[in-house]
């Protein structure tokens, strides 16, 4: 069965980096796809970045693009969200997911958190001065 951890989370100042990590065993992930999700409080879950292991495709939502970077490390078994210019926008609870996808369309796929079966526990992002 595939489990997920993330980390990394924490509080930083606007304009600041972070550098998220979701651990996954139980599975190689193949054909899988891979997502952060995150969620604010009192807004619905979006999708922030994804990632196919079929093809190598690559999602971001026009809110994260140009300043979040989405890979993954296969020695290691994890896949990472390196997180620049942050502001207080992006203050959420922050969620890896994954799903088998042989064939994603990712830019349909990555925003239906629906859609995906194994999460996380979520790990919080706070930005603030």
């Known amino acids: 069965q595939l489990q997920l951890v993330e980390s990394g989370g924490g509080l930083v100042q606007p304009g600041g980096s972070l550098r998220l990590s979701c651990a996954y065993s139980?599975?190689?992930?193949?054909?899988?796809?891979i997502a952060w999700f995150r969620q604010a409080p009192g807004k619905e879950r979006e999708g922030v970045s994804c990632?196919?292991?079929?093809?190598?495709?690559?999602y971001y939502a026009d809110s994260v693009k140009g300043r979040f970077s989405i890979s993954r490390d296969n020695a290691r078994n994890t896949v990472a969200l390196q997180m620049n210019s942050l502001n207080v926008d992006d203050t959420a609870v922050y969620y890896c997911?994954?799903?088998?996808?042989?064939?994603?369309?990712?830019?349909?796929?990555?925003?239906?958190?629906?859609?995906?079966?194994?999460w996380g526990q979520g790990t919080q992002v706070t930005v603030s001065s």
């Open positions: 997911a994954a799903t088998p996808a042989p064939s994603p369309i990712l830019s349909r796929l990555c925003i239906k958190p629906s859609d995906f079966s194994s």
């Open positions: 139980g599975s190689n992930l193949d054909y899988y796809a």
């Open positions: 990632f196919s292991n079929s093809d190598g495709g690559k």
